[in-house]
């Protein structure tokens, strides 16, 4: 009887010791040692890539023992590097960034998309980044009005189709009837360089991706969408046409919510937390905040279910918003 007693003793023991880890391993505790992947869902260079990159080396500090690794997966105007992050293990391992325009390709159920917005693990969101025009400091094109009243096409760059920055374009040349010619293919800073080589005259895009260009001599700002600047004329005030507005609305809700970071849906509550809670701390952090306003990276965050109601509310759209929407991407793709 005691060998057998001795034998369940030692063997509630040893179960015991193979519980431990698992307890000792929830929230924070389980990042100590691992590798965290922080994926950019564009090519290196560019406001993408700057702002995961300082939030990634931000949370690596406040998720002690950590590791967090940086990489680019760009592709088909960020789908593919989103795909990535949403059909990864919601381990709380791969989290990244990837731009607002997929919004609009979820709102109109474009091929390709294989993820939920509304389901990811949502971290929280940098920046708060209106949309410009910029046109080439060599073009003669002053200001918006003379953008409309163009008689002969003009070369916008934009990223891939899907991009926020394709679709954008896209919506504006064909709601506000733009004499404008969407060239794809421009990631990064690839617009900037094509504009000072001559190849491009304008593109539209988020102000501070532009910032330097325009403080170096290289462009002008003609029109904004959004944010608190009053250098800029703001291009809603412009328009008369009450479904240019109400798409030009729906843009300007999606600089609202700039820089965003998320995980795939379904990462435990307690890991969730952690990185949630190392998020905060990073991007309210002073360094982050210095390094971010040398860099000109304006930081205004948001958090975790705060944003996620913000996606939700950018994806209740109404029905004619939504064919308004379809309309203008079937159209840019003709």
């Given at each position: 009887?005691?060998?057998?007693?001795?034998?369940?003793?030692?063997?509630?023991?040893?179960?015991?010791l193979a519980i431990l880890p698992a307890h000792a391993q929830r929230g924070a505790?389980?990042?100590?040692?691992?590798?965290?992947?922080?994926?950019?869902?564009?090519?290196?260079?560019?406001?993408?890539?700057?702002?995961?990159?300082?939030?990634?080396?931000?949370?690596?500090?406040?998720?002690?023992?950590?590791?967090?690794?940086?990489?680019?997966?760009?592709?088909?105007?960020?789908?593919?590097?989103?795909?990535?992050?949403?059909?990864?293990?919601?381990?709380g391992l791969t989290i990244g960034t990837f731009n607002t325009g997929l919004v609009?390709?979820?709102?109109?159920?474009?091929?390709?998309?294989?993820?939920?917005?509304?389901?990811?693990?949502?971290?929280?969101?940098?920046?708060?980044?209106?949309?410009?025009?910029?046109?080439?400091?060599?073009?003669?094109?002053?200001?918006?009005?003379?953008?409309?009243?163009?008689?002969?096409?003009?070369?916008?760059?934009?990223?891939?189709?899907?991009?926020?920055?394709?679709?954008?374009?896209?919506?504006?040349?064909?709601?506000?009837?733009?004499?404008?010619?969407?060239?794809?293919?421009?990631?990064?800073?690839?617009?900037?360089?094509?504009?000072?080589?001559?190849?491009?005259?304008?593109?539209?895009?988020?102000?501070?991706?532009?910032?330097?260009?325009?403080?170096?001599?290289?462009?002008?700002?003609?029109?904004?969408?959004?944010?608190?600047?009053?250098?800029?004329?703001?291009?809603?005030?412009?328009?008369?046409?009450?479904?240019?507005?109400?798409?030009?609305?729906?843009?300007?809700?999606?600089?609202?919510?700039?820089?965003?970071?998320?995980?795939?849906?379904?990462?435990?509550?307690?890991?969730?937390?952690?990185?949630?809670?190392?998020?905060?701390?990073?991007?309210?952090?002073?360094?982050?905040?210095?390094?971010?306003?040398?860099?000109?990276?304006?930081?205004?965050?948001?958090?975790?279910?705060?944003?996620?109601?913000?996606?939700?509310?950018?994806?209740?759209?109404?029905?004619?918003?939504?064919?308004?929407?379809?309309?203008?991407?079937?159209?840019?793709?003709?």
């Amino acid at each position: 009887m005691f060998r057998v007693c001795r034998r369940m003793s030692l063997t509630a023991g040893l179960m015991s010791l193979a519980i431990l880890p698992a307890h000792a391993q929830r929230g924070a505790d389980f990042f100590k040692d691992k590798t965290v992947n922080y994926i950019v869902a564009t090519a290196p260079g560019g406001g993408y890539d700057t702002y995961g990159r300082l939030v990634a080396e931000y949370m690596q500090k406040y998720l002690p023992g950590s590791t967090f690794v940086v990489k680019n997966v760009p592709g088909a105007g960020h789908l593919v590097g989103t795909n990535s992050i949403y059909a990864s293990r919601p381990d709380g391992l791969t989290i990244g960034t990837f731009n607002t325009g997929l919004v609009y390709n979820q709102l109109v159920g474009l091929e390709g998309v294989r993820f939920d917005l509304t389901k990811m693990s949502w971290l929280g969101k940098a920046g708060s980044d209106p949309r410009v025009f910029l046109i080439a400091q060599q073009s003669p094109i002053k200001t918006f009005a003379e953008l409309q009243a163009s008689t002969t096409p003009i070369n916008f760059a934009t990223a891939g189709v899907g991009s926020a920055s394709y679709v954008e374009t896209i919506i504006m040349l064909n709601g506000l009837k733009l004499p404008i010619k969407a060239l794809t293919g421009y990631n990064g800073n690839d617009d900037q360089l094509a504009m000072r080589r001559g190849e491009i005259v304008g593109s539209i895009g988020s102000r501070s991706t532009y910032e330097d260009f325009v403080r170096n001599g290289y462009g002008r700002m003609i029109a904004q969408i959004g944010g608190s600047q009053t250098d800029v004329p703001q291009l809603l005030p412009q328009l008369t046409d009450p479904k240019a507005k109400t798409l030009i609305a729906l843009i300007q809700s999606q600089g609202d919510i700039a820089r965003l970071t998320a995980g795939p849906a379904n990462i435990p509550a307690d890991r969730l937390a952690a990185l949630r809670d190392a998020y905060k701390k990073a991007l309210e952090d002073k360094e982050l905040q210095a390094k971010a306003e040398k860099l000109e990276r304006p930081v205004e965050p948001a958090y975790g279910d705060q944003v996620l109601n913000s996606i939700k509310a950018a994806l209740n759209q109404t029905p004619d918003t939504i064919a308004m929407l379809k309309q203008a991407l079937q159209t840019g793709r003709k």
